[in-house]
T-cell receptor, first 113, second 110 residues
Framework: NAGVTQTPKFQVLKTGQSMTLQCAQDMNHEYMSWYRQDPGMGLRLIHYSVGAGITDQGEVPNGYNVSRSTTEDFPLRLLSAAPSQTSVYFC????????????FGPGTRLLVL | AQTVTQSQPEMSVQEAETVTLSCTYDTSESDYYLFWYKQPPSRQMILVIRQEAYKQQNATENRFSVNFQKAAKSFSLKISDSQLGDAAMYFCAPYYKYIFGTGTRLKVLA
């Protein structure tokens, strides 16, 4: 039981490049979410999903796309990377939304030059 | 707007002593859940404790306990008998809308 996995652990991008951050969970959780963590700002929600085929925007969605074709996977796509997207990205999952504990992946550190 | 405030960016505690981390929030919801998460230097986010807002009894998990005051919208975390391994960032999450506080960095002094 791997829990929540994220790849890559670290990535350097140039401005304008695109990439996909991968997230997978093996706990059969319906709810999945993506956060970014910046110094002094805690975690901010980017996008979330309440089940396969259903996604919604969080607090800071601009510049990011998501899709949820399976229960297990929830990739985050950066369409055209900007230095402002330099951050640590966390994926999380939970069984049933905001009343349940979230399980977090180990994070992806992204540097956009 | 729903907000979460952790007013102590950093705190220090002597090993074996007790420390309390504060968290206040603002919501119009009546039924919700509150969480404290710990983030050690490894960056892995780990659940510390969970409180259901409709319960009057404060949650306790070993050395960790909360002081939940619903009317005051306050949800503080008390760590008793602090250990070196407690050194981490602590995030409050009154979890009605995937919102987290900005965190408190706890240093434990030997």
């Amino acid at each position: 039981n791997a829990g929540v996995t994220q790849t890559p652990k670290f990535q350097v991008l140039k401005t304008g490049q695109s990439m996909t951050l991968q997230c997978a969970q093996d706990m059969n959780h319906e709810y999945m979410s993506w956060y970014r963590q910046d110094p002094g700002m805690g975690l901010r929600l980017i996008h979330y999903s309440v089940g396969a085929g259903i996604t919604d925007q969080g607090e800071v969605p601009n510049g990011y796309n998501v899709s949820r074709s399976t229960t297990e996977d929830f990739p985050l796509r950066l369409l055209s990377a900007a230095p402002s997207q330099t951050s640590v990205y966390f994926c999380a999952s939970s069984y049933a939304g905001t009343q349940e504990t979230q399980y977090f992946g180990p994070g992806t550190r992204l540097l956009v030059l | 707007a729903q907000t979460v405030t952790q007013s102590q960016p950093e705190m220090s505690v002597q090993e074996a002593e007790t420390v309390t981390l504060s968290c206040t929030y603002d919501t119009s919801e009546s039924d919700y859940y509150l969480f404290w998460y710990k983030q050690p230097p490894s960056r892995q986010m780990i659940l510390v404790i969970r409180q259901e807002a409709y319960k009057q009894q404060n949650a306790t998990e070993n050395r960790f306990s909360v002081n939940f005051q619903k009317a005051a919208k306050s949800f503080s975390l008390k760590i008793s008998d602090s250990q070196l391994g407690d050194a981490a960032m602590y995030f409050c999450a009154p979890y009605y809308k995937y919102i987290f506080g900005t965190g408190t960095r706890l240093k434990v002094l030997a």
